[in-house]
């Protein structure tokens, strides 16, 4: 027979259900299953003493056992979930779960278990209607980021994350043994999108694992996570590159709004808002004036080439009070502060940006340097001449302008579903976190 899901029960005579046990109420006379699977969750309405079977089932269950009912659906007026229970047949106990090493929420005598907690069982953590909810919604994002670029012809590459160079930004950078020599996991997949522009294939993206080898234990950084990678070719300039994300989020939030908005203000209590074209945008020495003059912000003079995250959350209030807008793009950044394959104009100004959302940076973008002495130059400025030689190499047989950006799917999740970023991925990885 085949399964039918817990959201499409209603109507069935025969039906084969299967799942975990969300909560059993197991009485003298009848039990109550509430079955859960991906979809939903359903009632099994068992009559006791009946069949000896069915008892010996219902009594051997625990919560979050795995189990398969065969029955009849029947609609019911009393019952409150969903107006439709199964009485069983047969229910086959796949798995039995032991007591739980975790409380995943708050219940009468027992305190929430703390997210670390969590993470050490983070299977058992998941299987919750929120945690599940997150993941559909995260799908649905990532999905109409992808149906957007197919749609204005970009091809979708896999590269290599195992790399023969040090580093591309002189970051730190996690190393692993590679036979007889050292290599490095990819800090991101900026070279080898940059190859695809010097192999002209014009506009790619990728979604893949990016490393990141920094003990920071914030709300918000991570060791690994999944990027959203994107470089497209025969550019004007870096406006062209802000104008294309912008319409890249909007199209996409538009779409997780219409799967899933009323959801994700009852479940995690944030209106989910679609940005309106285009963003807007200041230079970084205004963004400082105006949080200085609105906020009595004043950034230390050794760090204003870059911006501070005191001033990334200041400038959600300030564009949110100007604007009516949760972006914004900051461009206009110290040299010193960008990578060295970054484009700069004919004052030394990177031709790149940063986009902040809710408060927080998720994305520098920029024209890259596409002309190969001056990007060997700028690589000699920064004391990287020898370990990015390969990648140079790209540009010294032609290369068209182009330019990209990367996204961090988890901390666009983070901030669209207002959690911390060890909540917001299927498993975290951080300075001290290796398991499971």
């Not at 995250?309 to 960008?338: I, P």
């Amino acid at each position: 027979m085949e399964r039918t899901y817990a959201a499409n029960v209603r109507g069935a005579e025969q039906i084969k259900v299967c799942g975990f046990v969300d909560t059993i109420r197991n009485k003298s006379k009848m039990a109550f299953i509430v079955l859960k699977d991906i979809t939903g969750k359903v009632q099994v309405t068992v009559e006791k003493n009946e069949d000896p079977e069915l008892d010996a089932a219902v009594n051997s269950l625990t919560p979050d056992s795995v189990i398969t009912v065969i029955g009849k659906a029947v609609e019911s007026e009393y019952v409150k979930l969903g107006g439709v229970e199964i009485y069983p047949k047969k229910i086959i106990v796949e798995s039995l779960a032991a007591p739980l090493p975790i409380d995943r929420e708050a219940r009468k005598g027992h305190e929430r278990s703390s997210i670390d907690q969590r993470i050490d069982y983070r299977w058992i953590d998941l299987r919750t209607e929120k945690n599940q909810l997150l993941f559909k919604i995260q799908t649905v994002l990532v999905g109409a980021m992808r149906e957007y670029l197919l749609e204005k012809n970009f091809m979708e590459i896999h590269s290599p994350k195992l790399i023969g160079a040090a580093s591309e930004s002189g970051s730190d950078v996690f190393e692993v043994k590679y036979f007889d020599r050292n290599a490095y996991l990819a800090q991101s997949p900026q070279f080898y999108k940059q190859m695809a522009m010097a192999s002209g294939f014009e506009r790619i993206f990728e979604v893949g694992p990016v490393f990141r080898a920094e003990k920071s234990f914030t709300s918000k950084h991570t060791t690994e996570f999944s990027g959203f990678d994107l470089e497209f070719s025969f550019i004007e300039s870096y406006q062209d590159v802000m104008a294309l994300e912008a319409e890249l989020l909007t199209y996409a939030l538009g779409k997780v709004k219409e799967a899933y908005g009323e959801e994700i203000e009852k479940v995690f209590g944030i209106p989910l808002t679609v940005p309106t074209l285009p963003f807007p945008q200041i230079k970084l020495a205004d963004l400082y004036a105006e949080l200085e003059k609105e906020f009595g912000y004043k950034v230390p003079d050794e760090e204003k080439g870059d911006l501070t995250t005191e001033a990334e959350h200041l400038s959600y209030d300030w564009v949110m009070k100007k604007y009516g807008h949760e972006f914004l793009l900051v461009t206009d950044f110290d040299a010193q502060k960008r990578a060295f394959y970054h484009m700069r104009d004919e004052n030394g100004v990177p031709q790149g940006y940063d986009l902040i959302w809710r408060g927080v940076e998720i994305t520098t973008g920029a024209q890259r340097e596409h002309r190969y002495d001056v990007l060997c130059a700028q690589a000699k400025e920064k004391g990287l001449e020898e370990d990015v030689k390969f990648y140079t190499e790209f540009f010294k047989y032609g290369c068209p302008p182009h330019g990209g950006f990367g996204l961090g799917i988890d901390r666009l999740t983070m901030l669209l579903l207002g959690m911390t970023i060890k909540e917001a991925m299927f498993i975290f990885r951080g300075p001290t976190r290796l398991n499971p």
